[in-house]
């Protein structure tokens, strides 16, 4: 009895661990998710640029009359300073609606990850600035 759990336990002993597949199989795969965060990094930071300009734009105008011109006006001299360079000021939305402006920044970013892989996203960015 005693000779049988000394081989069960030295079995359990011998089994524990990763093997060298499994651990290059993991590190490939968590690898993957890093890169995948590396290039998506500067497509994020670009759009909390547009949504800076865009709140700016917001805290500024919000019941001031403001009219669409200079809205569009302060949008392209934030860009400007901000370095925004994924849309410019023309592709923001600046629409009269009931109450206001309605400021809407709405576009596709692409990052290339492997070969010929790419990440798509849309980013969407509305204000309402009441008059």
Not at 4 to 17: D, E, L, N, V
Not at 23 to 45: D, E, K, Q
Request: hydrophobic share 45%.
């Amino acid at each position: 009895m005693y000779g049988t759990k000394r081989r069960i336990y030295g079995m359990a002993r011998q089994q524990a661990g990763m093997t060298t597949l499994g651990f290059i199989i993991l590190t490939v795969f968590i690898s993957l998710f890093a890169f995948a965060a590396i290039r998506l990094t500067p497509v994020y930071l670009n759009y909390l640029k547009v949504v800076g300009v865009i709140d700016g734009v917001f805290e500024e105008f919000d019941g001031q009359k403001a009219t669409g011109q200079v809205v569009r006006s302060s949008i392209s001299r934030r860009f400007d300073v901000d370095s925004v360079g994924v849309i410019t000021y023309r592709d923001v939305a600046v629409t009269p609606v009931d109450g206001g402006l309605e400021v809407k920044a709405e576009y596709d970013d692409t990052a290339p990850f492997i070969y010929n892989v790419s990440f798509t996203v849309h980013f969407n960015k509305t204000v309402l600035i009441r008059r």
